[in-house]
């Protein structure tokens, strides 16, 4: 029996937190009272914004995508169709930038759980793409269709995650042809909260789409009935990567195209490391991620005016030693507070991303890098955090025990962004008074009305004293957070679904299965 199993025990007989203050903790998103850190002086960024219009101008993209190359040539872009190259004038780029919506909502299935998205507004997505899972007791092992669904089970049960996630781990045990699918009809049924779903070519994006009119009914731009502004509405989601250096394959250009004809999100996001996709400077990095950005973002405007769109960045450097990329890192911060400033140029909300690290276990390393991460993110004003929790590994592991190491921290920032109440009643002066020099307040009335809510209480930090603490098991923090995940799935309740509309998107899943069975799709 292992030393983690008898801790755990030791602390269930102990009665340690019956029952997680992390299913408590208020829901919706964070809205941010400080004036975002602004990293670029005016000229600075003028120069990365010029450089981006040549770069985009002179050299160009290369754009794999018949219909994307069709549709900038009847815009009136130079297009070298033999090439696949696309070269924008700043005057064509920039109107379409334009036409992007400021801020959009994102409606999920339960109405309470919709998400508005831009101004000052901070949203969090859990961990997406990796390939591996982790925890302490099964160890690092290729992701299964099991952990995806304990991954969502997880998100559905935590409010401070705002989305149901994007391809949150690989499925190794589902064929790639139909993972979207399984993904997808799984977020449906163990979730309520707002669904993404990778758009990886016309195919999959169609099934996505598919699956949510099944859910949300035909207009998927129709607002809730309580809505009364004039902000675009959306209900599904996904990510398009930029093939940096300057470059968007067909997969991403078919899923970008599906989505913004459709009036759905998708979130630009070119991956740069600096030094092997772009120049080693910073500086060249950034001005690449701006030209790639608005090359993408001008597309979903050409599709469709007034489709939602997210601008991101995901640029760090590269690793000089071993040519990996490194994360949470002061260069990987600079790029997530400048890429904000480019974005709120152009008026547009900003994706970055939240719990990015090297380190191979939930440890202080991944802590750390992953502050130095989510900390940029948060102080940029980022309207939509990716990989806000769970990430490990360089993104190729998603571990259980960092998941809830990371919810911790999530929930701390939204306690520190709500701010303190500054009155007459938390002055205070009259206990100060009644007091006086050399008293304590443990007894006044005042702390007494106030001590259960005052102070932010965490779930899984630990307070006590050595000999106390070692006698509940001396769990450390992973130790404590192989617990709680633990007891959230043991907790986990789906959320209430119509039965009409589940038989509807199973059907469909099963039907699309047996139509895709053998072929090969974009996953």
Same mark, same amino acid.
């Given at each position: 029996?292992?030393?983690?199993?008898?801790?755990?025990?030791?602390?269930?007989?102990?009665?340690?937190?019956?029952?997680?203050?992390?299913?408590?903790?208020?829901?919706?998103?964070?809205?941010?009272?400080?004036?975002?850190?602004?990293?670029?002086?005016?000229?600075?960024?003028?120069?990365?914004?010029?450089?981006?219009?040549?770069?985009?101008?002179?050299?160009?993209?290369?754009?794999?995508?018949?219909?994307?190359?069709?549709?900038?040539?009847?815009?009136?872009?130079?297009?070298?169709?033999?090439?696949?190259?696309?070269?924008?004038?700043?005057?064509?780029?920039?109107?379409?930038?334009?036409?992007?919506?400021?801020?959009?909502?994102?409606?999920?299935?339960?109405?309470?759980? #919709?998400?508005?998205?831009? $101004?000052?507004? /901070? %949203?969090? +997505?859990?961990? =997406?793409? @990796?390939?591996?899972?982790?925890?302490?007791?099964?160890?690092?092992?290729?992701?299964?269709?099991?952990?995806?669904?304990?991954?969502?089970?997880?998100?559905?049960?935590?409010?401070?995650?705002?989305y149901s996630g994007e391809q949150i781990m690989a499925?190794?045990?589902?064929?790639?042809?139909v993972r979207h699918l399984r993904r997808l009809s799984?977020?449906?049924?163990?979730?309520?909260?707002?669904?993404?779903?990778?758009?990886?070519?016309?195919?999959?994006?169609?099934?996505?789409?598919?699956?949510?009119?099944?859910?949300?009914?035909?207009?998927?731009?129709?607002?809730?009935?309580?809505?009364?502004?004039?902000?675009?509405?959306?209900?599904?989601?996904?990510?398009?990567?930029?093939?940096?250096?300057?470059?968007? #394959?067909?997969?991403?250009? $078919?899923?970008? /195209? %599906?989505? +913004?004809?459709? =009036?759905? @999100?998708?979130?630009?996001?070119?991956?740069?490391?600096?030094?092997?996709?772009?120049?080693?400077?910073?500086?060249?990095?950034?001005?690449?991620?701006?030209?790639?950005?608005?090359?993408?973002?001008?597309?979903?405007?050409?599709?469709?005016?007034?489709?939602?769109?997210?601008?991101?960045?995901?640029?760090?450097?590269?690793?000089?030693?071993?040519?990996?990329?490194?994360?949470?890192?002061?260069?990987?911060?600079?790029?997530?507070?400048?890429?904000?400033?480019?974005?709120?140029?152009?008026?547009?909300?900003?994706?970055?991303?939240?719990?990015?690290?090297?380190?191979?276990?939930?440890?202080?390393?991944?802590?750390?890098?992953?502050?130095?991460?989510?900390?940029?993110?948060?102080?940029?004003?980022?309207?939509?955090?990716?990989?806000?929790?769970?990430?490990?590994?360089?993104?190729?592991?998603?571990?259980?025990?960092?998941?809830?190491?990371?919810?911790?921290?999530?929930?701390?920032?939204?306690?520190?962004?709500?701010?303190?109440?500054?009155?007459?009643?938390?002055?205070?002066?009259?206990?100060?008074?009644?007091?006086?020099?050399?008293?304590?307040?443990?007894?006044t009335p005042h702390t007494q009305a106030r001590f259960?809510?005052?102070?932010?209480?965490?779930?899984?930090?630990?307070?006590?004293?050595?000999?106390?603490?070692?006698?509940?098991?001396?769990?450390?923090?992973?130790?404590?957070?192989?617990?709680?995940?633990?007891?959230?799935?043991?907790?986990?309740?789906?959320?209430?679904?119509?039965?009409?509309?589940?038989?509807?998107?199973?059907?469909?899943?099963?039907?699309?299965?047996?139509?895709?069975?053998?072929?090969?799709?974009?996953?």
């Open positions: 029996m292992s030393d983690l199993s008898r801790a755990e025990r030791r602390s269930a007989r102990r009665g340690q937190r019956a029952e997680s203050p992390l299913l408590h903790l208020p829901g919706g998103p964070l809205r941010n009272p400080l004036k975002p850190l602004e990293l670029l002086a005016p000229e600075a960024l003028e120069k990365i914004h010029q450089a981006s219009l040549r770069i985009l101008e002179e050299t160009g993209l290369l754009m794999m995508d018949a219909e994307a190359l069709s549709l900038w040539a009847a815009a009136g872009a130079r297009v070298d169709h033999a090439a696949q190259i696309v070269r924008l004038d700043r005057g064509l780029l920039l109107e379409l930038v334009a036409r992007a919506p400021r801020a959009f909502t994102w409606r999920a299935r339960n109405s309470a759980r #919709d998400m508005p998205v831009g $101004g000052n507004t /901070i %949203t969090f +997505a859990p961990q =997406g793409g @990796v390939v591996y899972a982790a925890d302490l007791e099964r160890g690092r092992r290729p992701g299964q269709f099991a952990d995806y669904q304990d991954c969502l089970k997880l998100v559905q049960q935590v409010n401070v995650l705002h499925t190794h045990d589902v064929a790639p042809s799984a977020a449906i049924t163990l979730t309520d909260k707002a669904l993404m779903e990778a758009a990886h070519g016309r195919e999959i994006a169609g099934d996505n789409l598919a699956l949510a009119r099944l859910v949300f009914g035909e207009d998927l731009e129709a607002g809730p009935p309580a809505q009364g502004d004039a902000q675009p509405v959306a209900v599904i989601g996904g990510i398009i990567n930029a093939s940096s250096p300057l470059r968007y #394959d067909e997969r991403m250009l $078919g899923g970008l /195209i %599906t989505y +913004a004809r459709a =009036g759905q @999100v998708t979130i630009i996001t070119p991956f740069i490391l600096a030094g092997a996709m772009s120049p080693i400077t910073m500086a060249a990095a950034l001005a690449q991620q701006n030209a790639e950005a608005l090359a993408g973002v001008a597309l979903t405007q050409l599709v469709r005016p007034g489709a939602p769109v997210i601008y991101g960045g995901f640029t760090t450097n590269v690793d000089m030693k071993s040519g990996s990329p490194a994360f949470g890192t002061p260069e990987g911060a600079w790029a997530m507070l400048a890429g904000a400033q480019l974005a709120r140029r152009y008026g547009l909300p900003y994706r970055g991303s939240g719990s990015l690290n090297t380190s191979k276990a939930p440890d202080a390393q991944a802590v750390t890098e992953t502050l130095w991460t989510t900390w940029p993110a948060v102080l940029a004003h980022t309207n939509f955090i990716m990989h806000a929790a769970g990430w490990l590994e360089g993104g190729l592991c998603a571990s259980y025990e960092k998941f809830i190491i990371d919810l911790e921290s999530l929930a701390m920032f939204s306690r520190f962004l709500a701010g303190f109440e500054i009155s007459d009643e938390t002055l205070a002066l009259d206990m100060i008074a009644a007091v006086g020099p050399g008293g304590h307040h443990f007894g259960r809510t005052e102070f932010y209480q965490p779930f899984l930090s630990d307070r006590q004293g050595y000999e106390t603490w070692l006698a509940a098991g001396g769990l450390d923090a992973a130790q404590r957070a192989h617990v709680v995940w633990k007891d959230l799935l043991a907790r986990y309740e789906p959320p209430p679904l119509e039965p009409a509309v589940r038989e509807a998107v199973l059907d469909y899943v099963a039907r699309r299965e047996r139509e895709l069975e053998g072929k090969r799709l974009y996953d």
